[in-house]
């Protein structure tokens, strides 16, 4: 079973950046489907990215498109969020991901608030 620790979140202000980072242990991370989910108060969990096993495709909700980039690193059991241009609606916890043969392994999340 795979433990999952999320990272990197914080305040930032509107247009700014953050980088949250998700490091695995306890599997065989190439073998996992990465994702970015995320949850804002009062609001379901919603999809943010995914990144495949193979070939770092990569899938992303409508609302970060060209914003956000997901990003792998195997050898470091790791996946990453760079998240650009945030805006006020990015605000909520941050959860990354893995999935392997229909089975799925969450992190405890990481709060992101994006104010002035």
């Known amino acids: 079973q795979v433990q999952l620790l999320e990272s990197g979140g914080g305040l930032v202000q509107p247009g700014g950046s953050l980088r949250l980072s998700c490091t695995a242990s306890?599997?065989?991370?190439?073998?996992?489907?990465m994702s970015w989910y995320r949850q804002a108060p009062g609001k379901e969990r919603e999809f943010v990215a995914a990144?495949?096993?193979?070939?770092?495709?990569?899938n992303y909700a409508d609302p970060v498109k060209g914003r956000f980039t997901i990003s792998r690193d195997n050898a470091k059991n790791t996946v990453y969020l760079q998240m650009n241009s945030l805006k006020p609606e990015d605000t909520a916890v941050y959860y990354c991901?893995?999935?392997?043969?229909?089975?799925?392994?969450w992190g405890q999340g990481t709060q992101v608030t994006v104010s002035s």
């Open positions: 306890g599997g065989t991370f190439s073998n996992y489907v």
């Open positions: 990144i495949f096993t193979i070939g770092g495709i990569t």
């Open positions: 991901k893995a999935r392997r043969l229909n089975s799925d392994y």
